[in-house]
């Protein structure tokens, strides 16, 4: 894995954001996410395009899509559910739409009240509105390693989604983790089918560390050659099932221990943690993430003088 | 990895209780220890046979060790710095004494006031006092994947001192990430490398998620063949050189991540999550561990109501 590029996309502001109790101001997240631009992400997923009355939060897509700087290689992502989403996100100038659907019927249905079946249906009208532009998309598969009301879906119907995104000429899948179920003997299971019968699509994993195994899963995941990563500056986020529970993989520790292992991410460590600590500031509360309290391994300390 | 059998060893009372701030009473410990040693652990480290000048918190170890029950197919364990120390553990009749050495000169020297060559002198007259008895004798090897005062030691350093144990006829060596520097791809460089030039000695891995690798530094142990782990109920405890980061992975995540990864640990992980919920009671504080937060991957959600 020694001097592989490995790709971290950071979704703090999309899903981190969602599950804070109070609105943050959108000249922060501006703020934020231009700090983010600067440390070398490969991807930034800013906001979702949805409905205002469904995830307030994020009612202010536009204003930070205008707000925010941008810059040569990191590319600005957004989230889209349907085509009023889509007309709204190109009118922004995003770089991607991203797509998402669960790998279980119970999870879509919650997420976003349609069958497997119809999401996908609603993708085709989506790829159709984004063909002849420059605009890419990128497809997400949510409940890949577990689904919180049904278990563990079979590896076949995750494979066969995959192959359902890949029909419409998605070639860039996240898996997603996104109850954090996930474990590295599974996540090597399906990231390594996933990349054997379908090696013309790009494949990200999406972790949540909410039983302590996302940097595991990883590791797991570089074993079967997966290169895209996507996590949560701070680790911030949390689970709408589990009240205290941690989220998302927390990006600095996963760029830390990448470049502890040799992996490139093109990141800058110490610029990405002066970001997480703004972002304590804009939210107001300690975060999961460990390095910004830790240091990096590469901080040596002064022995103790001796006692007396 | 998968149906293999992986020992867990618990070191919360000795390693996780020296970081709290407040004594925790006799009893409290006792009944702790009681609880874990039904859960089936492998091994509890139950105290330390030190000056209890130099570590006030485990001044109790006779009266815990003369307090817990004894159940077959746990073993009690104390850590020993000195003749003094083994008369101590030997009077109660623990199962193993742990001798402890740092890689790095500056932390033994930190740690236990002489050089790592005095140490091992000091481990001669150990190891003779037990011979006969049927006492084990295991050695720790700690800062062996990193030193907070001096950074990462030379492989070739950490074989030789694995090596001055395996002289002494040790035959059980833990190899210790005493402030969590360790990364994945080391930990399988060490693991595999000490394995290969010591078959004969019986390895366990001692980590902590200071950065949030250590179930990272698990699966890099896994697939590098060993099979035992140190670990502390709750994830208690901490590091000194950085208030507020955490300290040892935690047993009941590394026992679930284990399990949902098909390895089996003899351990009853319901029973570990009680252990966990009576430890936070005894310390009065939250603790780190996810699962007790977030519940297994194998425990389901109701669906939420659709909304009207």
Redesign the interface.
């Known amino acids: 894995?020694?001097g592989d590029r490995i790709l971290i996309h950071e979704v703090v502001t999309r899903d981190g954001f969602q599950m804070e109790p109070e609105f943050i101001p959108t000249e922060r997240k501006i703020e934020l996410i231009d700090r983010m631009s600067l440390t070398g992400l490969a991807k930034i997923e800013v906001t979702s395009f949805v409905s205002p009355k469904a995830i307030p939060m994020l009612a202010d897509a536009e204003a930070v899509m205008a707000g925010i700087q941008r810059r040569p290689g990191t590319r600005m992502v957004a989230l889209v559910a349907n085509a009023r989403g889509v007309e709204r996100a190109m009118a922004t100038g995003v770089d991607e739409v991203v797509l998402v659907v669960s790998a279980s019927e119970?999870h879509n249905?919650?997420n976003v009240?349609r069958s497997v079946g119809a999401s996908f249906e609603g993708f085709r009208e989506i790829v159709d509105m984004l063909k002849g532009t420059s605009i890419g998309v990128a497809g997400a598969l949510a409940t890949t390693f577990?689904c919180?009301?049904?278990?563990f879906q079979p590896i076949e119907r995750v494979l066969r989604l995959v192959g359902d995104y890949a029909a419409l000429g998605v070639r860039s899948i996240a898996l997603a983790d996104t109850t954090?179920?996930?474990?590295?003997?599974?996540v090597r299971e399906i990231a390594s089918a996933a990349r054997r019968e379908y090696p013309d699509v790009d494949f990200a994993l999406h972790f949540h560390?909410?039983?302590?195994?996302g940097?595991?899963n990883?590791?797991?995941g570089l074993e079967a050659g997966v290169g895209r990563y996507e996590s949560s500056l701070g680790g911030l986020g949390g689970?709408p099932?589990?009240?205290?529970?941690?989220g998302n993989i927390?990006t600095e520790?996963l760029v830390?221990?990448l470049h502890?292992?040799?992996c490139e991410t093109g990141v800058d460590l110490p610029a990405l943690l002066d970001a997480s600590r703004l972002l304590a500031a804009i939210v107001g509360h300690a975060l999961p993430?460990?390095?910004v309290?830790?240091?990096?391994?590469?901080d040596?300390?002064?022995?103790?003088a001796?006692a007396h």
Chains 1, 2 share one sequence.
């Not at 954090?180 to 599974?186: D, K, L």
């Open positions: 894995m020694s119970s249905r919650t009240r577990g919180p009301f049904e278990g954090g179920m996930g474990n590295p003997r599974q560390n909410t039983r302590g195994m940097l595991a990883v590791l797991a689970c099932y589990a009240p205290g529970a941690t927390c520790d830390h221990m502890e292992m040799g993430g460990q390095v309290k830790a240091g990096t391994s590469r040596l300390h002064p022995m103790p001796p």
